[in-house]
């Protein structure tokens, strides 16, 4: 069966909105321009925590980077409700042990639902150990990733877990266009690959193609 995962947030909002009430929501980042449109939109409706859990990323340095942003943002963004950021600790180790074997893959391939499995399993734990109502990902926001696929991770981890998955697609409502839009506003930095070393090497082999 097919799902409107937009409509099925919409519907969360809306019956939460007439009981007046703001649940607490842990919205895992991948990064601050992904997460931008997704705390400008969810803000007025959620009582939001960033988690910054990305141990796929290429390097300390570049998560350093990406974390710092992703401060800077929420610091600096004109927002109805202040939003908690917590940054977890540089974990590559645990991304190349269920990378391992899948170092060919393509992207969107084996590799990336690995990928997914590990940040939103971690998410949906800590999710758990604060007792909020909704766990749920900015990576929907990515016309790269399959939303689908993450929507479906998300809402088994959260079965297991007993926690709420806020399903969400990012990019409707031309989420994307607007996550591009306030990165310019904010200046912040955007990165031209997902993360991992195997993304930074194949975009580096797309760009020496084009030259």
């Known amino acids: 069966?097919?799902?409107?995962?937009?409509?099925?947030?919409?519907?969360?909002?809306?019956?939460?909105?007439?009981?007046?009430?703001?649940?607490?929501?842990?919205?895992?980042?991948?990064?601050?321009?992904?997460?931008?449109?997704?705390?400008?939109y969810l803000n007025r409706y959620f009582d939001i925590t960033l988690y910054f859990y990305n141990p796929n990323i290429s390097n300390e340095e570049e998560y350093n980077k990406r974390a710092k942003e992703l401060i800077r943002l929420i610091k600096e963004m004109k927002l109805d409700n202040q939003i908690e950021c917590i940054i977890e600790k540089y974990e590559s180790e645990e991304f190349y042990k269920v990378a391992k074997g899948l170092e060919k893959e393509p992207e969107r391939g084996a590799r990336c639902t690995e990928c997914f499995l590990l940040r939103l399993n971690k998410?949906?734990?800590?999710?758990?150990?604060?007792?909020?109502?909704?766990?749920?990902?900015?990576?929907?926001?990515?016309?790269?990733?399959?939303?689908?696929?993450?929507?479906?991770?998300?809402?088994?981890?959260?079965?297991?877990?007993?926690?709420?998955?806020?399903y969400s697609d990012f990019k409707k409502k031309n989420g994307?266009?607007?996550?591009?839009?306030?990165?310019?506003?904010?200046?912040?930095?955007?990165?031209?690959?997902c993360g991992c070393i195997y993304s930074k090497v194949e975009r580096e082999r797309q760009k020496r193609e084009t030259l």
Do not use: W
Not at 27 to 38: D, E, F, G, I, K
Not at 141 to 154: D, F, T
Not at 176 to 193: C, V
């Open 176 to 193: 994307y266009k607007r996550s591009i839009e306030l990165s310019s506003e904010y200046n912040l930095y955007r990165q031209d690959f």
């Open 123 to 166: 998410s949906a734990i800590y999710a758990k150990e604060k007792g909020v109502d909704y766990f749920t990902t900015t990576l929907t926001i990515s016309p790269h990733k399959n939303a689908v696929l993450l929507n479906e991770i998300g809402k088994k981890l959260g079965d297991e877990y007993g926690v709420n998955y806020l």
């Open 1 to 40: 069966m097919n799902i409107n995962y937009q409509k099925e947030l919409d519907i969360i909002i809306e019956e939460n909105s007439k009981k007046g009430v703001k649940p607490r929501l842990i919205l895992h980042s991948c990064c601050a321009p992904c997460t931008s449109y997704c705390i400008e």
